[in-house]
């Protein structure tokens, strides 16, 4: 069983900053890509950002979050952040986060996993 816990949700002013944290545990044998996504009432859950997990980590981020989000990761502790700054209104959803883990060592045993969402509200 693995579980993906989310913290750092909150209010916060627009141009505002938050810090989400995403930590894996359980029966973890390595982690793959790790990422946040959000959906927003009446949405669809979109890509915020993600991560490898190869060296330094590549990172992917969706255009409307270049230049004020940051990505990263600390394989040692299974966790994952979201540097989140210059917040807008419209960045304003539920977080959720998410993680390619592998549970063995047979190609098969590679499975995604979500969290259970943490709320960032931007008000203007």
């Known amino acids: 069983q693995v579980q993906l816990v989310e913290s750092g949700g909150g209010l916060v002013q627009a141009g505002g900053s938050l810090r989400l944290s995403c930590a894996a545990s359980g029966s973890i044998f390595s982690i793959n890509a790790m990422g946040w996504y959000r959906q927003a009432p009446g949405k669809q859950r979109e890509l915020v950002a993600s991560i490898t997990s190869s060296g330094s980590g590549s990172t992917n981020y969706a255009d409307s979050v270049k230049g004020r989000f940051t990505i990263s990761r600390d394989n040692a502790k299974n966790t994952v952040y979201l540097q989140m700054n210059s917040l807008k209104p419209e960045d304003t959803a539920v977080y959720y986060c998410?993680?390619?883990?592998?549970?063995?060592?047979?190609?098969?045993?590679?499975?995604?996993?979500w969290g259970q969402g943490t709320q960032v509200t931007v008000s203007s």
């Open positions: 998410n993680a390619g883990v592998r549970i063995g060592i047979a190609p098969y045993q590679i499975y995604d996993y």
